[in-house]
């Protein structure tokens, strides 16, 4: 049994699918960032939650990021790499000009050094000034359909290529 189970992780095939027919979130190992996480206030609704939506594949980390301030929504990309299972580094963003980015996606990306962790099932994008963890982004359910159609998306898939 283990052998198959690993068979099926190296080809990409999931039960009742043919490996040339596999869905794009087979392509992608998942990792501990791996998911859809949120970060609501009060009262906030849910469409203007803060959010992060991150892909992984080994220590690369790929996804989207979006922010609703000042009646405005923010939204834009990032690329970190995973030093541990709690603890990553952003390293490129791009976006809506904002307090997260200074590059527009179309631009290109903008070098970063800022942290991604994961502490108690949260995740945290700062570190408090005595280096503790503020993790307020919840983990929610990514739909399999959004993940897929993240996954199409022509930077994404240079992104957990390895670009840039």
């Given amino acids: 049994m283990v052998a198959l189970l690993g068979l099926v992780a190296c080809t990409g095939m999931r039960a009742g699918q043919a490996g ?13 960032f791996d998911g859809e996480w949120a970060a609501c206030h009060g009262e906030t ?9 991150l892909l992984q594949r080994g220590d690369r980390i790929c996804g989207t ?8 929504e923010y ?36 070098r970063i050094d800022k942290p991604l962790r994961l502490c ?12 503790s963890c503020s993790a307020y982004y919840r983990s929610v359910p990514l739909a399999d359909d959004a993940r897929d159609a ?5 930077w994404m898939q240079a992104c957990l290529s390895g670009e840039p």
């Fill in 75 to 110: 939204r834009g990309r990032i690329v970190a790499r995973a030093d541990s299972s709690t603890e990553a580094r952003r390293t490129h963003v791009c976006g809506r000009r904002s307090v997260e980015s200074d590059t527009e996606c179309e631009d290109g990306w903008q």
């Fill in 65 to 72: 990021w979006f922010h609703f301030a000042t009646g405005k």
């Fill in 45 to 53: 609704p849910p469409d203007q939650c803060s959010r992060y939506v």
């Fill in 120 to 131: 108690k099932g949260r995740l945290s994008d700062r570190t408090r000034a005595d280096g």
């Fill in 150 to 154: 993240l996954l199409e998306e022509p």
């Fill in 20 to 32: 040339d027919e596999a869905a794009p979130s087979a392509i992608a190992a998942s990792g501990a």
